[in-house]
């Protein structure tokens, strides 16, 4: 018997036109997926203590069917990051190469193919991104982890019928190399960083009602854009701005291929936490915490694309 191994597994994700509903002939594109990720089905049930003279739950009711899960991502320029980079913030594309943080309701359809024996098919439907990380310290590779809520988990041995699937994207993987153009607040010059880390959320709840094994959907709460920057202690600018409450804008920019990047702007910023390590013989370490906020015209968060 061939047992199946979780690195034999490949991830790919189509946009929905209906909520919870695979397009009839879905134009699948593969994610570039990290292992240990992946997304599972879940189940509420009530188990019945009924009181009995043998002392013994007579049943266990099923009471409604969920998917949860999240996928570590390899961030690259267009394919299925730039879906999912795009569903984050609730934007269902690209306007002149311009996203704003909006209110639209996307969701996808992940299927998770698994080679055993044979080919095997988890498929989630209405899944929605509740939240995205991204992070990059130097020398190493950008991270981007997702944390999903889906409608429910369907099984298959099959492909679905007319199903294609665009190639996993060949794009340069993102690196501490390639983040450029970084603003910080007004701060001049701008510290050495050493590690960025950012967090897109809007929290989900689901719409449950009476009769209805699954949720109809998610009620989707305000952008909440945080993160921290450790820099080098250089100068006391960074915490002089975190003692002041100043707002300012932070950008950086990512890749380094012409027109193959992307620019995260967040244009009204605060500092809500600032430290100093002072321990050990190395360089001693400013850490800034920052939350986005609406900059009263057009969002918190604006991603460029195209960018030279």
Known sequence: MTFASGLQRDVAVVDEVAWGTTPATPSFAYARVLEGSGMNATKQTELIRQLSNHSNPVDLVQLGQDASGSYALVPSYGGAFESMLLATIRQSAFTTNTAWNGRSILSK????????????????????????????????????????????????????????????????????????????????????????????????????????????????????????????????????????????????????VTTKKYTFTMPKVYFQEGSVSQAGAGPILATLGFTAVYDGANGTIKIDKAVA
């Open 109 to 256: 359809t992940f299927e998770e193919k698994i080679t055993g024996t044979a080919a095997n098919y988890l498929r989630y439907t209405g899944v929605e991104i509740e939240s995205m990380e991204i992070s990059v310290a130097a020398r190493g590779l950008m991270e981007a982890t997702i944390n999903v809520q889906g409608k429910v988990a369907a099984l298959a041995t099959s492909l679905i019928s007319g199903a294609t699937y665009a190639a996993v994207n060949s794009e340069e993987y993102y690196n501490a190399l390639g983040v450029a153009n970084i603003s910080l607040v007004g701060l001049s010059p701008v510290p050495s960083i050493r590690s960025l880390k950012m967090s897109i959320k809007h929290a989900l709840t689901p719409i449950n009602v009476i009769g209805s094994l699954t949720r109809l959907g998610n009620a989707f709460d305000m952008i909440e854009v945080t993160g921290s920057i450790e820099t080098l202690f250089e100068t006391n600018a960074g915490l002089a701005a975190f003692l002041a409450h100043n707002s300012g804008s932070l950008a950086f920019t990512v890749g380094s």
